[in-house]
């Protein structure tokens, strides 16, 4: 079966340092993968997608960045962190070539 | 542009009563829809989907939805609730063709009081 994991589960930082969110899914190969956002636990902003290695892209203009090293493995990034940034960060795969997501237990991070 | 509504930001119903979500959507072509969960601090959970076939859909924990095309509306249903069943409810519509890519509601918040 498929899992998908998400470290940390929570994150306390400081303005202006840098920010790296790890997401990695186990048991499957080649995945859709996503970043979204959820912002005063409502609504989900997608901010990338990605649907191979190296491949990755942006859907909103911000401060944070992505990758995808390997082919399950999906990072977060900022170099550094605004006030703004801080949320609810969920992480999702997909099978290619359909539209079901299944979602990662979610990263809280906290910008002070 | 591809997108869902939920007019309803909570929903509260007593424990054993029958619940109803409500979800519209706006597609061109046509409409893949699905049901998401989310409680406190967690991920979302998907539900269930509606692609193609029988308009009353079964998904997960006893849920179900039912399209309707004349009235472009996706509404989830689950005919006894539980206090457990308390949670953050998202309906998502696929993007355009050719993207893997779902576009998600703003959520209804279900209250389910004992």
């Known amino acids: 079966s498929q899992t998908i994991h998400q470290w940390p589960a929570t994150l306390v930082q400081p303005v202006g340092s840098p920010l790296s969110l790890e997401c990695t899914v186990e048991?499957?190969?080649?995945?859709?993968l996503y970043w979204y956002r959820q912002a005063a636990g409502r609504g989900l902003q997608l901010l990338f997608y990605?649907?191979?290695?190296?491949?990755i892209s942006s859907e909103v203009p911000q401060n944070l960045s992505a990758s995808r090293p390997q082919d399950r493995q999906f990072i977060l990034s900022s170099k550094k962190l605004l006030l703004s940034d801080s949320g609810f960060y969920l992480c999702?795969?997909?099978?290619?070539?359909?539209?079901?997501?299944?979602f990662g237990p979610g990263t809280r991070l906290t910008v002070t | 542009a591809q997108s869902v509504a939920q007019p309803e930001d909570q929903v509260n119903v007593a424990e054993g009563n029958p619940l109803t979500v409500k979800c519209t959507y706006s597609v061109s072509g046509n409409p893949y829809l699905f049901w998401y969960v989310q409680y406190p601090n967690r991920g979302l959970q998907f539900l269930l989907k509606y692609i193609t076939g029988d308009n009353l859909v079964k998904g997960s924990y006893g849920f179900e939805a039912e399209f309707n095309k004349s009235q472009t509306s996706f509404h989830l249903k689950k005919p006894s609730a539980l206090v457990s069943d308390s949670a953050l409810y998202f309906c998502a519509v696929r993007d355009r063709v050719g993207t893997d890519k779902l576009i998600f509601g703003t959520g209804t918040r279900l209250q389910v009081f004992p």
């Open positions: 048991g499957t190969s080649n995945p859709n």
């Open positions: 999702a795969w997909g099978r290619q070539g359909t539209y079901e997501q299944y």
């Open positions: 990605s649907v191979g290695i190296g491949q």
